[in-house]
T-cell receptor, first 112, second 112 residues
């Protein structure tokens, strides 16, 4: 099955740093979603994007729906320790099924 | 509102045993989904139910069956468990007017 190319696979952050990650696809999506997963928990929806070029913020998080509709970006500003976890992008073609295609995740850890 | 709930939280099975994973949502959502999450693989769709009374296969349906018992409940059954089914299983639901899916806390299944 198709999967999205999400990068980087992992990164280390120091408190206060800005973080960027992205997802790319060979297919066009109608919707991009970004989730965060803490250890032992289910994914939690952070941001939903519905229009090409759309830029949406949720607190310190900002996500963009790429204008080609084949990519999306997530930025976290001024990171804090509770930002650690795994971030997943998901694309949706739309339609009545509404099935999501997930990236493999970007793991955020604190710099030792 | 409990959101999406899943039982059990943990389960250990021997090869060949059967079990049913339970999922319920109290958000009056129309669509429900079952995913499995394996290390480095992201989330993969097993089965989904676009509405009460309908179910369809996802990307990795082999070895599983589902039942949409009513609008609230969607169960996943393993008839004869295999070690390859060791995974974390997530249930999700979606209202239908958007593509945002909301996840339960997961069931961690080990098959020995």
């Amino acid at each position: 099955g198709q999967q999205l190319n999400q990068s980087p696979q992992s990164m280390f952050i120091q408190e206060g740093e800005d973080v960027s990650m992205n997802c790319t696809s060979s297919s066009i999506f109608n919707t991009w979603l970004w989730y965060k997963q803490d250890p032992g928990e289910g994914p939690v929806l952070l941001i939903a994007l519905y229009k090409a070029g759309e830029l949406t913020s949720n607190g310190r998080l900002t996500a963009q729906f790429g204008i080609t509709r084949k990519d999306s970006f997530l930025n976290i500003s001024a990171s804090i320790p509770s930002d650690v976890g795994i971030y997943f992008c998901a694309g949706c073609y739309g339609g009545s099924q509404g099935n999501l295609i997930f990236g493999k995740g970007t793991k955020l850890s604190v710099k030792p | 509102n409990a959101g999406v709930t899943q039982t059990p939280k943990f389960q250990v099975l021997k090869t060949g045993q059967s079990m049913t994973l339970q999922c319920a949502q109290d958000m009056n959502h129309n669509s429900m989904y079952w995913y499995r999450q394996d290390p480095g693989m992201g989330l993969r769709l097993i089965y989904y139910s676009a509405s009460e009374g309908t179910t369809d296969k996802g990307e990795v349906p082999n070895g599983y069956n589902v039942s949409r018992l009513n609008k609230r409940e969607f169960s996943l059954r393993l008839e004869s468990a295999a070690p390859s089914q060791t995974s974390v299983y997530f249930c999700a639901s979606r209202l239908g007017v958007s593509y945002e899916q909301y996840f339960g806390p997961g069931t961690r299944l080990t098959v020995t």
